[in-house]
């Protein structure tokens, strides 16, 4: 390999660094995710987010440049990062939004215990008072 395509690749893979696109400290393997503490009046959540679109609108929140909430398909048990819940988005489908329908919206528990309603593809997870607090 010529030192000049080296010297590309080694830079390329340090802007994509820079961007948080590559290297990710919460990824694992070729699946680039990052996780999000959601708070939804005193409930919290976990949402993991692998589109790069909402990864840098959640950080965006974050930084008090947008307000956002989450919406998108539930899909059964904790995915691995969403403990205690028996529940959690999917991280492929997750986005935030401004508005949704309201017959998504609830506090986590109440997904808990009405979880075969949500897990239906027409209805979704969209707490409208839900607020990303930070990154776990």
């Known amino acids: 390999m010529s030192s000049h395509r080296l010297t590309v690749r080694f830079?390329?893979?340090?802007?994509?660094?820079a961007l948080g696109l590559f290297g990710c400290e919460s990824s694992t393997g070729p699946d680039l995710h990052r996780d999000f503490i959601v708070d939804v009046n005193?409930?919290?959540?976990?949402?993991?987010?692998?589109?790069?679109?909402?990864?840098?609108?959640?950080?965006?929140?974050?930084?008090?440049?947008?307000?956002?909430?989450?919406?998108?398909p539930l899909r059964s048990g904790n995915g691995g990062f969403?403990?205690?819940?028996?529940?959690?988005?999917?991280?492929a489908e997750v986005r935030?939004?401004?508005?949704?329908v309201e017959v998504c919206d609830a506090m986590p528990s109440f997904v808990e215990e009405n979880l075969n309603n949500f897990l239906r593809p027409e209805v979704g997870y969209c707490p409208w008072s839900a607020r990303i607090v930070g990154e776990k």
């Open 11 to 17: 830079a390329l893979a340090g802007s994509l660094s």
């Open 42 to 72: 005193g409930e919290r959540f976990i949402m993991r987010a692998t589109d790069p679109t909402t990864i840098q609108q959640a950080v965006n929140i974050l930084n008090r440049e947008e307000n956002l909430f989450p919406i998108g």
């Open 82 to 91: 969403n403990t205690p819940w028996s529940w959690h988005m999917d991280p």
């Open 96 to 100: 935030l939004t401004e508005v949704s």
